[in-house]
Every structure is written in C-alpha cells, then in structure tokens.
C-alpha cells in the first residue's frame, strides 16, 4: 500500500533510493510499533495492582466483622501498594536513562561504595533465603559516571541474583580493570547459582516488560524493567552489559564501564588515592 506508493512516486529517482525511502519506513512503522507495545505493557501492569487494591479494599469492608481478616486484606494491601510503588519508580528510572541527553551530573564514583549499596539493597531477601553475598577485586576502582544511574544499574543485577537463586547458594560480584586503547575499562561481574536463562531467552531480557516467567518475576515484585534500566545506563556511560547463562546452573552479568582517570598512576602496582 503506502511503499507501493512510494516506490512508484520515486521511482524515477533510482531503486537504491526507493529502497531506502521503503526501509525508512518499515523502521519507522516498528519504532512506532514499539511505542504502542510499551504503552500498552504500562497501561496492563498498572491495572493489576489497582484491580487488586479495589477488590482488596472491598473485600476489608465485608470483613469488618472479623479483624483478623481485616489484617490479611490490608497486609496484601500493602503489598499490592510497594509493587504500584516499585513500577512507577522504575519507569521513571527508565525514562531518565532511556533519552539520549548528555549524560548529566558524572562524577567520579567508587566502586566499592556501589557494590555495599547493592548488597545493603537486597540484605533483606538475602538473608531470608540465606544467600551469601560475596565480593572482591573492588578495591582502589573508580568509575566515571552518574551516581544514581549505576547505583541502580549493579543494584538490579545483584537483586535478580538473588531474586532467582534458591536458598542456600553464593552470589559473587566480581570487578577487575581492563585495559583498552580507548581508556581502561571496570569490569563488574554478578555471578549466581541460580536457575540460569535458556539460549532463546537471554537476548529478550534487555527487553522492556520481558520476563521468562511473569509469575515467578511478580511474586518477588519484579517489574520487568530492571534490565532495559541496566542496558540503558551501560550505553549511557559508553558502556556494555553481558551475560553468560546455563540453564539450570547459573548466570554471570557482566557490565563494563569507563574507569574514571586518575590524576596521576604511577606504574600499574596498587592504586593510590583516588
Ligand atoms: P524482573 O523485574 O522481572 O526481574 P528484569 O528486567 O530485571 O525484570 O529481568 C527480566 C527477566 O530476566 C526476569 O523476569 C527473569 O526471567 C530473567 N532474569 C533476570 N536476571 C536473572 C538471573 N540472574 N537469573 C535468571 N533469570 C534472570
């Protein structure tokens, strides 16, 4: 229909540019396509939570009769409010790293100091399941960045760590300096022993909404938003995320991100201040 059109408008101009102009299209169609998905997956997963807060809320006034009820409904009130909380918090996350504006506020950020914000982060679930959170190799490094933005970056990689590992099992999150003719790199690596992600998944879950089991992703109060945050804020930084799978067995995120120059390194031995 309308590449039709096109085609024989500017035909006269040449076939590279009719396929040009066609596939201009075909981009813009799925852009736009995107776009409706996105808006559509918001709109759904509002309405779940707010559903249930209505039927909960109803449900509290028949029982008013019966206050241990009356505690039930509300705790899953409570719930279903932290999850409403969570969604809105992260879209607005993604809408601040997913716009292709300078990155703004960088600043020189310790690594160290972001691997104890996401351990502190995800302390509670841990130690309820009593996964061990282990770290190393972070000392002395440096990012160059905004805070906030990998703050939330290696704080949902540590969180899905935990969130899908069963109990009792290790959690490392690794970093090493890699060096690079454009500027040396950190390396940050969340390894876990959990239930790993298929071939045929692993590209999907930078994808905004994808989950390989949205049960399983809900009942630990996932969003579906933690990765295409993750992948955002490692392009933003001029950065990379990865991730090495098998199923069954564990995953290994890596993210690799500019290392903030130090004034002056002498020699490749310990760092000094940074
Ligand atoms: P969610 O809020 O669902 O965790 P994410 O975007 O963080 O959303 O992750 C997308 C999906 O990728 C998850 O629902 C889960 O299926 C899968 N996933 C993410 N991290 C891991 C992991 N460490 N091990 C196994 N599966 C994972």
Redesign the pocket.
């Known amino acids: 229909g309308e590449a039709l059109a096109v085609s024989a408008r500017v035909a006269p101009l040449g076939s590279r540019l009719v396929l040009l102009l066609v596939e201009d299209l075909t981009e813009a169609r799925r852009i736009e396509a995107v776009r409706r998905d996105f808006v559509a997956n918001v709109s759904h997963e509002l309405k779940t939570p707010v559903g249930a807060l209505s039927l909960l809320s109803e449900a509290v006034m028949d029982a008013a009769e019966d206050p241990e009820a009356v505690i039930r409904f509300a705790g899953r009130m409570q719930i279903e409010a932290t999850r409403l909380t969570n969604l809105v918090q992260e879209l607005i996350d993604l809408s601040r790293v997913q716009n292709d504006d300078p990155l703004e506020d960088a600043e020189r950020v310790r690594v160290d100091e972001l691997v104890a914000e996401a351990i502190d982060r995800c302390r509670h679930a841990a130690s309820t399941k009593q996964i061990t959170i282990a770290a190393g190799g972070i000392d002395g490094l440096t990012l160059w960045g905004n805070r906030g933005q990998l703050a939330a970056a290696l704080g ?2 540590v ?3 935990v ?3 069963p109990s009792r099992t290790r959690v490392g999150i690794a970093a090493r300096r890699i060096t690079a003719p454009g500027g040396d790199l950190v390396e940050i690596a969340v390894t ?1 022993q ?4 298929s071939e045929k ?1 692993r590209d999907r ?2 994808e905004r909404f ?5 049960a ?2 809900r009942a ?1 109060g ?9 992948k955002h804020v490692a392009a933003s930084h001029g950065g990379e995320v990865a991730v090495w ?1 098998s199923e069954g067995q ?2 290994t ?1 890596t993210l690799r991100l500019p290392e903030a120059a130090t004034s002056r390194r002498d020699g490749r031995g310990r760092d000094g201040e940074v």
């Not at 994808?210 to 949205?214: A, C, E, G, K």
């Open positions: 949902n990689l969180e899905n760590a969130n899908y590992s876990d959990g239930i790993g992600i998944d879950v930078f994808y989950r390989v089991d949205p399983r992703s630990t996932g969003t579906g938003l933690g990765l295409a945050i993750v799978s564990g995953s995120f």
